[in-house]
């Protein structure tokens, strides 16, 4: 994984505050292949990211965090799909149509998170993807959150059409 670059570092002109690289106040998270079905992502949060308790991640953060990974597993999925490499050739963009998230358990803020996601289902410009989303210490991986997402492919037409509403 670590010879890999991230899924974000080859989406270009991506300002998300979850996944885009170009967010200086955003999350900034790295997605990867782990295999051939899933992906991985693994967040390190900052004091600030709390929920009402100062020790517990807040749980938009969370939601953020397992769209922002969804939907860029999604779109690296587009790019497999038509056997380019992220970021060449033609472009493929994706947008969340529905999250879906199950909060199970408590995520402690000082405890690194990972997400794992996979695609289940194809069909036309909609896919799904599934999410889990564990605290993970050394001795430990607790599931804190599982979620659907429904990603749909846009066309390179809404990167133009959104940069002009700036
Ligand atoms: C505003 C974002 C701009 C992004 C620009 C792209 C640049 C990318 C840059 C960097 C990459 C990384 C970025 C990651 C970003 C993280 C993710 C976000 O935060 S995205 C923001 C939140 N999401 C929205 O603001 C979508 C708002 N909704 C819409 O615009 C439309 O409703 C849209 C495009 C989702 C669907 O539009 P339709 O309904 O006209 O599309 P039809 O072609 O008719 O549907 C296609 C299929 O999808 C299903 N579908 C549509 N909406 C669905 C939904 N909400 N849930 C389930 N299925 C849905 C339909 O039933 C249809 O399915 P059948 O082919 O018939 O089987």
């Given at each position: 994984?670590?010879?890999?670059?991230a899924?974000?570092?080859?989406?270009?002109?991506?300002?998300?505050?979850?996944?885009?690289?170009?967010?200086?106040?955003?999350?900034?998270?790295?997605?990867?292949?782990?295999?051939?079905?899933?992906?991985?992502?693994n967040?390190?949060?900052?004091?600030?990211?709390?929920?009402g308790?100062?020790?517990?991640?807040?749980?938009?953060?969370?939601?953020?965090?397992?769209?922002c990974?969804?939907?860029?597993?999604?779109?690296?999925?587009?790019?497999?799909e038509?056997?380019?490499?992220?970021?060449?050739?033609?472009?493929?963009?994706?947008?969340?149509?529905?999250?879906?998230?199950?909060y199970?358990?408590?995520?402690?803020?000082?405890?690194?998170?990972?997400?794992?996601?996979?695609?289940?289902?194809?069909?036309?410009?909609?896919?799904?993807i599934?999410?889990?989303?564990y605290?993970?210490?050394?001795?430990d991986?607790?599931?804190?959150?599982?979620a659907?997402?429904?990603?749909?492919?846009?066309?390179?037409?809404?990167?133009?059409?959104?940069?002009?509403?700036?």
């Amino acid at each position: 994984m670590e010879t890999q670059v991230a899924f974000q570092d080859q989406i270009p002109h991506n300002h998300c505050f979850g996944c885009g690289p170009n967010n200086a106040q955003g999350l900034q998270i790295k997605s990867y292949w782990q295999d051939d079905c899933t992906s991985i992502c693994n967040f390190s949060a900052l004091p600030h990211h709390s929920a009402g308790p100062k020790g517990y991640l807040n749980g938009g953060i969370i939601s953020t965090l397992i769209d922002c990974h969804a939907i860029c597993t999604s779109i690296a999925d587009c790019y497999r799909e038509n056997n380019q490499h992220i970021g060449e050739g033609p472009v493929h963009w994706c947008v969340t149509g529905e999250l879906n998230v199950r909060y199970l358990a408590p995520a402690p803020i000082a405890t690194p998170v990972q997400l794992i996601a996979k695609v289940t289902e194809t069909s036309g410009k909609k896919r799904i993807i599934e999410c889990k989303l564990y605290s993970v210490d050394q001795h430990d991986r607790t599931l804190c959150a599982t979620a659907s997402v429904v990603a749909i492919k846009v066309p390179e037409s809404w990167l133009e059409s959104s940069s002009r509403i700036e």
